[in-house]
């Protein structure tokens, strides 16, 4: 798996130096030749090594054929901060046998970082085992977030931010979801949530973060799935506040309000 991530982490790395030509795939959903060509070089490894395993990958799709064992690709996470020159994005694999995930992997080329986990052994990151941070108090967590390109309209993360902006040392939206997840699992961010990740951005980093002594739930603290459509990460230790935090916002109770722009507006004059 180290061995495919870093060949395709090299090919993003070819295309990064180059023009990159952005593609649509919805209003502000891009693709570019990298995330095409970084897929069908990891589906290419992953046939010829294990020809009869299954394949979900952002850009082709699933190949079924009822196989017990599944990989989970997302052959270029970040592509927005690629397109544009921003150096944060990453390869994720994850593989599952009969449903359960056991290994997985995410390769940030420009930084040379390869964060990975097998079930039951452990996370690490370029070899070297990982565990969470310590930090128990939200007031002195720094966590991440992201906001989804697809239907960005109906997004409610917005109120989100600013309250746990407020609540902690602050939120970081980095444009990498599977970094963001191994950000956790390193302790460089104590948690991390977003709306609607898909499998390919969640498979790997969900493993990585608990094989480092983390946790991941949905957004009321229950079991996470993989389409669960929520994601929320921490070390464990904050879960129980980030989920009060959570609950107090669905219910609107205790909302900081936002700031009034044209009071400020009218201020400044
Ligand atoms: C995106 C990134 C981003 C997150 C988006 C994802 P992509 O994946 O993980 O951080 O906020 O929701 O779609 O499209 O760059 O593979
Ligand atoms: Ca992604
Ligand atoms: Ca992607």
């Given amino acids: 798996m180290s ?7 090299a090919l993003l790395i070819d295309h990064f130096q180059q023009n990159i030509k952005i593609e649509y795939k919805g209003e ?17 490894r992953i046939r010829e090594i294990w020809p009869h395993h299954d394949v979900l990958g952002e850009e082709e799709g699933l190949r079924d054929t009822g196989s017990e064992y599944r990989w989970y690709v997302d052959p270029l996470d970040g592509t927005t901060n ?4 921003f150096p944060v994005f990453c390869i994720s694999l994850a593989l599952e046998y009969r449903q359960e995930m056991i290994a997985g992997l995410c390769y940030d080329p420009t930084r040379d970082e ?3 986990a097998e079930r039951g052994q452990g996370a690490s990151l370029n070899g070297v085992p990982i565990r969470v941070s310590k930090v128990s108090r939200l007031e002195e967590s720094l966590v991440g977030t ?22 902690t040392h602050g939120v970081r939206r980095a444009g990498s979801a599977a ?7 390193c302790g460089r961010f104590e948690g991390f949530w977003e709306f609607n990740l898909n499998p390919w951005d969640t498979a790997a980093g969900v493993l990585i973060v608990e094989e480092a002594g983390g946790r991941v739930t949905d957004f009321s603290g229950g079991r996470f799935q ?3 459509r929520e994601t929320l990460a921490s070390n464990g230790v904050i879960h129980q506040a980030l989920v009060a935090e959570f ?8 909302l900081e309000p936002l700031p009034n722009v044209r009071e400020y507006a009218a201020k400044k004059i």
């Fill in 146 to 167: 992201g906001f989804p390109s697809h239907k960005r309209h109906q997004n409610p993360n917005i109120h989100f931010y600013h309250q746990i902006t407020l609540r």
């Fill in 82 to 85: 690629f397109a544009h020159g």
């Fill in 179 to 185: 970094l963001d997840l191994c950000s956790v699992a």
């Fill in 114 to 116: 390869l964060f990975a």
């Fill in 247 to 254: 609950q107090q916002i669905f219910a609107g109770r205790g």
């Fill in 226 to 228: 993989l389409n669960s």
């Fill in 28 to 44: 502000a959903d891009l693709v570019t030749a990298a995330d095409r060509g970084s897929e069908k070089l990891i589906r290419e």
């Fill in 3 to 9: 061995a495919i991530a870093r060949e395709a982490g």
